[in-house]
């Protein structure tokens, strides 16, 4: 692809890819996802601060999830590393992975919208956000949109149809598209780590191992997908046939980078959603376990004494 002026990269020559340059600030950057992070980050601290003023709690813990989320998505969208996913496939595959596979996975543990019914003034007589919060939780769309049978196509077809198809290549021609591009990857990885993770409500909550099923039914596609981009003999998109010369990459080669670095990527949400899932576990095995302790203390136990009173029945019987 031709240098085309206006996107961030092609209007000037960039230097070989390191990580130093990569992370570097860079003053042309996206800036829907700019005010995007900083509005991110200033409305769920706003929530956090109404609910100390108000005398209640929020974990740290999520905070620094939330505050930690939002980083990795500024990190590969509002620094240098943008104007490397212009030119080089292996940097826009980094920034596709991050923002599909790891953010949504460490933004969902800030638990946001438990937050936001926790934070939101319900109204009375009248139509607040809150309101308007939990009617959309409870609609019709988001019980379609975040059901399995329409996350799992939609969380594959995004690998397949968009760099197996002339469609990137329409998307890379502009700024919008680019942009538009890595919203999608944010928001797909989102509504497919949601009903998994489980921290916040939603219309579909399955069980513990319900959840560890869809996660690794999607996983596999996503490694094949890598390979099969890191096996290829020749080049899948033509955006990136013809990087700058001062990048000094010989194309097939970087491509076969980025499938190494999406076959990775596989793995990492793999462990970090199955550490999550097992301390849910154990605390919901925990909660279970005191709700028992307390019925039993305020009934006496009544539960084990019928289940003593049956087997000594029994005994009864056989004499």
């Known amino acids: 692809m031709g240098d085309m002026p206006g996107m961030p990269g092609m209007g000037h020559d960039l230097p070989p890819l390191t990580l130093g340059r990569a992370l570097a600030l860079d003053p042309s950057a996206d800036w829907p996802f700019v005010a995007g992070c900083a509005l991110m980050l200033g409305l769920y601290l706003a929530g956090v601060v109404r609910l100390r003023r108000r005398g209640d709690s929020w974990p740290l813990g999520r905070t620094v999830a939330w505050v930690l989320g939002t980083l990795t998505v500024a990190l590969v969208t509002c620094t240098r590393l943008d104007a490397y996913g212009m030119q080089l496939l292996s940097a826009h595959m980094l920034q596709h992975m991050v923002l599909s596979m790891l953010s949504p996975i460490i933004l969902l543990l800030g638990a946001p919208i438990t937050l936001a019914l926790r934070a939101l003034p319900a109204a009375k007589g009248r139509w607040s956000p809150r309101d308007l919060l939990v009617s959309l939780l409870h609609s019709r769309y988001v019980k379609v949109v975040s059901h399995p049978a329409f996350t799992l196509p939609l969380f594959i077809a995004s690998l397949y149809g968009l760099y197996f198809t002339p469609l990137f290549d329409f998307l890379m021609r502009s700024q919008a598209g ?11 990885g989102l509504l497919f780590f949601w009903p998994i993770m489980g921290v916040d409500p939603g219309p579909h ?18 490694a094949f997908f890598g390979v099969a981009v890191m096996m290829a003999s020749g080049l899948m998109v033509t955006s990136y046939a013809h990087p700058m010369a001062s990048l000094q990459v010989d194309p097939l080669s970087d491509q076969h980078l980025a499938g190494g670095l999406a076959w990775a990527f596989s ?4 462990f970090i959603v199955l550490i999550a899932l097992t301390f849910q576990w154990a605390k919901s095995e925990e909660r279970i376990s005191r709700r028992k302790d307390r019925t039993a203390d305020r009934d006496g136990d009544s539960e084990l004494n019928a289940y003593n009173a049956y087997l000594a029945s029994l005994e009864r019987r056989s004499a």
């Open 205 to 222: 909550r399955p069980g513990h191992l319900m959840r560890m099923l869809e996660l690794f039914i999607g996983m596999p596609f996503h």
């Open 267 to 270: 793995e990492i949400p793999t």
């Open 178 to 188: 680019h942009t538009l591009m890595m919203l999608h990857f944010l928001g797909v």
